[in-house]
């Protein structure tokens, strides 16, 4: 699967937090700031952006 572009990062984390994250409220993840730090720990890997959200709501 090719790596996601910040953009695609953005829209995915955005799904991710609606479809399977499921928060209760609203978060700050799509700012500019938690994607920037985001894309720097996942490289734009889905994989990592799963673990890294699944493991944070934990």
């Known amino acids: ?20 994250l499921k928060l209760p409220e609203p978060s700050k993840l799509t700012s500019a700031k938690a994607q920037d730090l985001l894309f720097q720990k996942t490289q734009g890997y889905i ?3 799963d673990q890294i959200l699944r493991e944070a709501v934990i």
């Open 1 to 20: 699967m090719p790596k996601l572009n910040p953009e695609d990062l953005r829209e995915t984390t955005a799904l991710w937090e609606k479809h399977i």
């Open 47 to 49: 994989g990592l952006l």
